[in-house]
Nanobody, 115 residues
Framework: QVQLVESGGGLVQAGGSLRLSCVAS????????MGWYRQAPGKQREFVAV???????NYADSVKGRFTVSRENAKNTVYLQLNSLKPEDTAVYYC?????????WGQGTQVTVSS
């Protein structure tokens, strides 16, 4: 059974940094796209960043220049470095991964940014 598990969330002051990790298990194959989404209270889940197997990346405009997505294919792990955090970055952050046409989601990790 394929599972994605996020970690690294927490409470941080505005301007601070966090590093989220997402480890995939239950498969010997490397995911194609791996990415991050977030959902703030009362809002829909929104795209944050994606990284393809070859290393190409794409970001939401709201996080460009502040967040960096990376991955280790051998470990089926994707990271999200969050810098210069703002209160509006407060949300549950979810990772996802695409494998053989199916998208898998993690359970989410809470990021709270205080002003």
């Amino acid at each position: 059974q394929v599972q994605l598990v996020e970690s690294g969330g927490g409470l941080v002051q505005a301007g601070g940094s966090l590093r989220l990790s997402c480890v995939a298990s239950g498969t010997i194959f490397s995911f194609n796209d791996m990415g991050w989404y977030r959902q703030a209270p009362g809002k829909q889940r929104e795209f944050v960043a994606v990284i393809v197997k070859s290393g190409g990346t794409n970001y939401a405009d709201s996080v460009k220049g502040r967040f960096t997505v990376s991955r280790e294919n051998a470990k089926n792990t994707v990271y999200l470095q969050l810098n210069s955090l703002k209160p509006e970055d407060t949300a549950v952050y979810y990772c996802n991964g695409l494998l053989f046409g199916q998208t898998y989601w993690g359970q989410g990790t809470q990021v709270t940014v205080s002003s």
